[in-house]
């Protein structure tokens, strides 16, 4: 992603180019160091190694996780949460959600331009792309 952007502005003027995400900007690369220690804060003494690629405007992130130097999914770091919940197995298979958001509608400009969702869909296809993650069948 970072080859062709560096990253979501918060104050741009053509919201079609603010969210990646409903809700969640692709870290800039001048503040990544920045989120990645609020990420270090929120997950104190941690072994496994959390790489925030998506944050908000609660300082909630979407973040890959290490654990002894192997990927093992995306996680979801909220602010006000107990610890991170898994979301996907993989990388691959975060965009490949997303991919499949976008192609299905799911993800839409609102009649304002921003970028909104259908969640009751958006969780049908988080539950067809990750069969086996509680998240994607919580109520």
């Known amino acids: 992603m970072y080859s062709k952007v560096s990253g979501t502005y918060y104050e741009i003027e053509d919201q079609r180019l603010m969210d990646f995400l409903p809700g ?50 995306i996680f979801l770091i909220e602010h006000d949460a107990d610890g991170p919940t898994k979301i996907h197995h993989s990388f691959e298979d975060f965009p490949r959600t997303i991919i499949a958001c976008y192609k299905e509608k799911i993800y839409f400009l609102d009649d304002d331009g921003y970028l909104d969702m259908d969640f009751d869909e958006e969780q049908l296809i988080g539950q067809k792309y990750n069969p086996d993650i509680d998240y994607w069948f919580e109520d």
Not at 34 to 55: A, C, H, R, W
């Open 24 to 73: 969640y900007l692709l870290i800039r690369d001048a503040e990544y160091e920045s989120f990645t220690q609020s990420v270090k804060e929120m997950i104190p003494n941690g072994e496994d190694k959390y790489y925030p690629i998506l944050v908000n405007y609660s300082s909630d992130f979407y973040a890959l996780k290490v654990s002894e130097g192997k990927e093992n999914g």
